[in-house]
Each structure stands twice: as C-alpha cells, then as structure tokens.
C-alpha cells in the first residue's frame, strides 16, 4: 500500500484539461514539496514537476503542479494522445530520509 | 547524455542473494546522490535504498533493512545493490536513478532512470 494517495484512474478528451490528485499527510506532502513523474507504457519514469510547480527543462508548460495543506495536484492542459500514460506522485519522509510514492494515476485519453 | 544501465536481475529463489549493478555515465557520478526504486508488477514506485556521493549517507526502507546493502565504487562509475535473504515480495522491476540537480542546487527528485532490471523471487 503506497504512502500517498491517488486516484487509480482519470480520463479526459483531446484538448481538453484534466487535475490529477494526490493526498499525504503533515509529515510529507504538508510540510515538503511534490515531485510527479509520468510513465508512458512500458518506459521508465520521466519527471514533469519537481519542487511542486517547477518544470524540468524540457516539459512543456501544459504541465502545471499546486498543493494545498496535505495534497498535490498536477493539471495538464490541451491533452493530447500522448499524454495517456500512468502518473505517480512523490514527496519526501524525513523519518525514512528518502521518497514516498503515490500508486499511480492511469490517465487514459479518449 | 546522462545514461544509468542495470544490471544483475534474474530468478533466484527465496532465501537466496543477488547484487545489482548500475553503470552511469555522462555526468560526474562521484557528486550525485543516487537511488534505487523498485516497481513490483503492474504496481506503483517503492523507494528502496539511496546513496550519496562519497557513500557517507546510506538509507534504506524499512522493507530491506537489513537485507539490503547499497554501494558505490565511484572509480568505476557504478552503484550496487546486494540483496540478501530475499522474499516473493521482492519481486519487481529495480530502476537506478539520479537526485536531480541544476544550477549548482540539487533537489529530492530523480531527473535520469535506467531501463530497469527484472528480480524475480520465486521457488
């Protein structure tokens, strides 16, 4: 059972906008900032966000990350086919001194 | 281009011991924090065990202390995972992965992932 909380499952249509969810607690997501991570089917991990709302080079600003008290969010404007993939969000535990993860949000594109 | 390669994955029974290897090249690995996160099949991302770059800080999930002993020879570029008395609960894929750092600031996040090793634990 993954640490964070996320919805298994979103969908959306071309073009449209879609909100990802992610829910911690005080000890995580409430007091440290948010990485996301896409995973496009049978690649590895990619961040999109890390510090919360901050884009790696690359990733283009569709993309957006926000939190409020103990949850996260990613938005993803103008969806496209390739944004369907499954998407975990992360934090930071300092009594283990390493990441938790979320379990994964399948964002499946219509 | 910053590559992470794994390797040593495989089907060993339980009970039983395997070492992972991690060859990194294209930055400079030896000021990298770096980690191993696993994914069981068809599941989410676990944190395992992290390692900073001249190995002073080594941490692991509670889920493998004491069977999991992380390394790094910075000399050859490459991270290690030993694994000892492993269960079916440790079957899943083990990525290396890189603490993401720009402008001279290094961030909780993991920017580069290798491709993944398969460790299957089963009788």
């Known amino acids: 059972q993954s640490v964070l909380t996320q919805p298994p499952s979103a969908s959306g249509t071309p073009g449209r906008n879609v909100t990802i969810s992610c829910s911690g607690s005080?000890?995580?997501?409430?007091?440290?900032?948010v990485n996301w991570y896409r995973q496009l089917p049978g690649t590895t991990p990619k961040l999109v966000i890390y510090?919360?709302?901050q884009r790696p080079s690359g990733v283009p600003d569709r993309f957006s990350g926000s939190k409020s008290g103990t949850s996260a969010s990613l938005a993803i404007s103008g969806l496209q086919s390739e944004d369907e993939a499954d998407y975990f969000c992360?934090?930071?535990?300092?009594?283990?001194?390493?990441?938790?993860f979320g379990g994964g949000t399948k964002l499946t594109v219509l | 281009e910053v590559q992470l390669v794994e390797s040593g994955g495989g089907l060993v029974k339980p009970g039983g011991s395997l070492r992972l290897s991690c060859a990194a090249s294209?930055?400079?690995?030896?000021?990298?924090?770096v980690y191993w996160v696993r994914q069981a099949p068809g599941r989410g991302l676990e944190w395992v065990s992290s390692?900073?770059?001249?190995?002073?800080?080594?941490y692991y999930a509670d889920s493998v202390t004491g069977r999991f002993t992380v390394s790094r020879d910075n000399a050859q570029n490459s991270l290690y995972l030993h694994m000892n008395s492993l269960r079916a609960d440790d079957t899943a894929i083990y990525y290396c992965?890189?603490?993401?750092?720009?402008?001279?600031?290094?961030?909780?996040?993991?920017?580069?992932w290798g491709q993944g090793t398969l460790v299957t634990v089963s009788s």
């Open positions: 992965a890189r603490e993401y750092c720009s402008h001279h600031v290094c961030y909780p996040a993991l920017d580069s």
């Open positions: 294209g930055f400079t690995f030896s000021q990298s924090t």
């Open positions: 390692i900073s770059g001249r190995s002073i800080y080594k």
């Open positions: 005080d000890s995580d997501i409430g007091s440290k900032t």
């Open positions: 510090s919360t709302n």
């Open positions: 992360a934090s930071w535990d300092d009594s283990l001194n390493g990441p938790v």
